[in-house]
């Protein structure tokens, strides 16, 4: 994928545990443009999402040609790639809900 996305996955790690510095955070977008960009340039779409805490989303996005890409997306709109590959397998997963 593009260099965009591998320089991303450090400050998204970063970011999810609190303390991205400022040349980190400078990798990360607006939700809107790294969803749009995944759809275009590798026709990826949201496979499943989970809560990280109360004010980060994890994101899966994946392909039918099999490569995917993960995300961490805060409140405020921004995402971060947490990490990308090849070769997603989704065998059918129900997760059971926290106190169910």
Avoid: Y
């Avoid at 303390?19 to 790294?34: E, L, T």
């Amino acid at each position: 994928m593009t260099g965009f996305f591998v320089a991303a996955i450090l400050a998204a790690a970063a970011i999810t545990v609190g303390a991205a510095p400022a040349s980190a955070a400078a990798q990360c977008a607006p939700r809107a443009d790294i969803i749009k960009a995944l759809g275009d340039k590798f026709h990826e779409t949201e496979a499943g999402r989970g809560l990280i805490n109360p004010n980060v989303v994890l994101e899966i996005f994946v392909s039918d040609q099999g490569s995917w890409t993960v995300l961490a997306s805060d409140t405020k709109g921004q995402s971060c790639v947490l990490s990308v590959g090849e070769g997603w397998d989704s065998p059918t997963i129900t997760a059971a809900m926290p106190g169910a």
